[in-house]
């Protein structure tokens, strides 16, 4: 079975960093996809940064210069870096995987972590 399994969630002052990792079993990583959308109750999860298969990557407006999403093949494992953390960014974050032809839509994709939770404070 597939699966995709976020950490490096929790609570962290407005200006700080965090990094959270999202390990894959039953796929390989490579050969996908790669994206990290985030969710506020009441709200429709919303487009972060995304990596294509090919290699391009899109960044929402919201996080560009502030976001960067990685990867370490070799540990099947991909990365969202978070600097300069604001309030607004408070969300549940998961991690996705699937073949897509637009990597900014959540609908398109197969595969979804449990989410992390990331708290902002002010």
């Known amino acids: 079975q597939v699966q995709l399994v976020e950490s490096g969630g929790g609570l962290v002052q407005a200006g700080g960093s965090l990094r959270l990792s999202c390990a894959a079993s039953g796929l390989t990583f490579s050969l996908y996809a790669r994206g990290w959308f985030r969710q506020v109750p009441g709200k429709e999860r919303e487009f972060v940064v995304a990596r294509s298969r090919s290699g391009s990557t899109s960044y929402a407006d919201s996080v560009k210069g502030r976001f960067t999403i990685s990867r370490d093949f070799a540990k099947n494992t991909v990365y969202l870096q978070m600097n300069d953390l604001k309030p607004e960014d408070t969300a549940v974050y998961y991690c996705?995987?699937?073949?897509?032809?637009?990597?900014?839509?959540?609908?398109?994709?197969?595969?979804w972590g449990q989410g992390t939770q990331v708290t902002v404070s002010s």
């Open positions: 996705a995987a699937g073949v897509v032809a637009d990597t900014r839509a959540p609908g398109q994709y197969n595969y």
